[in-house]
């Protein structure tokens, strides 16, 4: 019969199948560092409390290195029949050092090793993630900074509302990430607890200490309730939540940018190097990378719900079902990794096109709310300065003309409250100005806004 960590109570080899439905080594040998990690403070802490001795420690320690340095290299094999990644390297161990290998499995079970080294490897990702979304606030502001000048077509409905600068643009997503940023810092003060020691579930009568390979291995405190230790995983589904909301966010972006990309509105260029073509229509260059983060944002939703009804109804504590947890995690952080970085070099390397939005801003009726404001501060209640403005817009609409193609004679025909200042109320570059309100876009704000943006951002380094 195959000797397995557990094979005592067997009388019968495993049935092929069920190895291979039931292994997630291939899966979760992405933890071999963390699980490497965990055994080495559980080791050092065995023989901090008298339960192995010194020496044993020693090969124990010295055993993990080396099998570290053999899957760093690629010459590890794992073994599906040995499960996950946990029995490959203590069987491992106890193949290289013999009998001392055998021991470090006291006062400790899967069950714990698996949630601890999760829980690394997410906060390991999530740091990662927090890099990522430093990386693209840095080149929002970049652009920003450029484009404070730059006035376009602010939209509800997708229709010209109202013009703004395109700093303040790009700055509403750097609020985004910003709070996606304190998402995450939130997500890890809560999974910050270790649930090493916690053994099975019930805890232990070895005399261990949980504090020492808590603060060892970086968390704050171990997990208080051994129960609870093997079976949370609110972490990874705070983690998957976290991924999820960037992409939700990493997705208005990407539609933006293939909206202003389309023939029809043509207000970037966006960089050969971010780009692709088309096999057959020569003339093509399509914003592939942005409409493949907007499809990868499915994905990360889906692996959300399949987490959620993994845990719903779980009875405590452990059960084989969490198993399911890696797929959905390793995932979800590949991915929000992947489209954080790639949409950061594409926004980078925007390019606006000055002409396209002059002549879209000229065209319509973008000041028409100037106009109405204008027509109030004259007298006019807002109401009868909004009606009158519309039926000035209706009447333009009719003729085929646009707003700026009025003379004052004309829109006195419409209020004798107008005179020779509405000709400049009505352009772009006033209206934004005028917008003076805080958080509104007149360049002035704006302007504050970029260093307000650069100041909370280099306090984020602080955290870090
Ligand atoms: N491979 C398992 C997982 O990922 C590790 C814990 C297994 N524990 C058990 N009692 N079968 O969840």
Redesign the pocket.
Known sequence: MKDKPWSGRFKQDTDLRVERFSE?VSL?KRLYREDIEGSVAHARMLCNTGIITEVEAEAIITGLNNIRKDIDEGVFSFDPAL??V?MNIEAELTRKIGEAGKKLHTARS??DQ?ATDFKMYVRGCLKEVRRELKGIMETLIEQADRHVDTIVPGMTHLQHAQPVSFAHHLLAYYEMFLRDYSRIDDTLKRLNTSPLGSAALAGTPHLIDREMTSSALGFDEPCRNSMDAVSDRDFAIEAVFDASIIMMHLSRMAEEIIIWNSSPFSFVELSDAFTTGSSIMPQKKNPDVAELVRGKVGGVYGNLIALLTMMKSLPLA?N?D??ED?HPVISSMDTVLACLEIMNGLIGALELNKESLDTSLNRGFITATDVADYLAEKGLAFRDAHRITGELVSWLIRQGRALSDLCLDEFRSFSDRFDEGILSVISPQRSVDRRMSFGGTARENVRKALADARERLAGLEKNI
């Open positions: 997630s979760d499960e996950d946990h899967r069950n698996v452990y084989r969490m198993q890696k």
